[in-house]
């Protein structure tokens, strides 16, 4: 049984909000934000309309934008239950429990950046070693961005159908910065990911 509680206005989301347009917020934002503005404008112009989930038995989904962001949401028997945001590199940035005030479901980030403790791949190579202390000098690769909180290159987000979302990219940045120019010749990674809202109030996520 869950207590019903007053849910703070500027936290909730309003669902059928389509954001047309983009403004970059910082620096950072760069490399994923200039990709996702088509993206955004073109899942504004394929969006299906507004769909009354209370209506709905069962499990249901909506794919919506808001606060210039591209948001996921599952309902049963028409009750918000979970959100997920999209991040850097095709990650998820955020989960939420909606009848819980919206509560987090991921831990904080370390230093505020948005690519660190995600939902996201990340590729080591163990036996492949720079110069420098021991456990940052391997070639590491993090599908959302490197550890200053630079995001990959978002290189398009597609909508194949109305139940998946692709996001194609390429995470080129090691981890630890400095190793940058230590695997300057290695190859970038490219990277789909799908993500398939299923029937069953399953987020179902596969990387290729």
Same mark, same amino acid.
């Given at each position: ?101 919206? @509560? /987090?479901?991921? *831990?904080? &980030? ?5 690519? =660190? #403790? ?40 597609? @909508? /194949?159908?109305? *139940?998946? &979302? ?5 995470? =080129? #940045? ?35």
């Amino acid at each position: 049984m869950f207590i019903a509680r007053k849910r703070t206005p500027q936290r909730h989301i309003r669902e059928n909000e389509v954001v047309m347009t983009m403004q970059q917020r910082s620096r950072l934002d760069l490399s994923r934000r200039s990709v996702l503005i088509a993206g955004v404008a073109a899942l504004a112009n394929t969006l299906p309309p507004p769909i009354r989930a209370e209506a709905m038995g069962g499990w249901s989904w909506k794919l919506f934008t808001y606060d210039r962001e591209i948001w996921q949401r599952n309902y049963w028997n028409g009750r918000e239950e979970f959100d997920f945001r999209f991040g850097g590199g095709g990650c998820m940035a955020s989960m939420r429990y909606c009848p819980d005030t919206y @509560r /987090p479901l991921l *831990s904080p &980030t370390n230093r505020g950046e948005e690519t =660190d #403790r995600v939902i996201q791949g990340v590729l080591w190579g163990l036996n492949v070693a720079g110069s420098g202390p021991r456990r940052e000098r391997r070639w590491n690769v993090n599908q959302a961005g490197d550890g200053s909180g630079r995001f990959s290159h978002t290189v398009a987000v597609e @909508r /194949p159908d109305t *139940s998946t &979302t692709d996001i194609w990219t390429i995470a =080129d #940045r090691q981890w630890n910065q400095a190793m940058n120019a230590v695997f300057a010749g290695s190859d970038a990674v490219p990277q789909l990911t799908r993500y398939t809202r299923l029937n069953n109030g399953t987020l179902e996520i596969r990387r290729c």
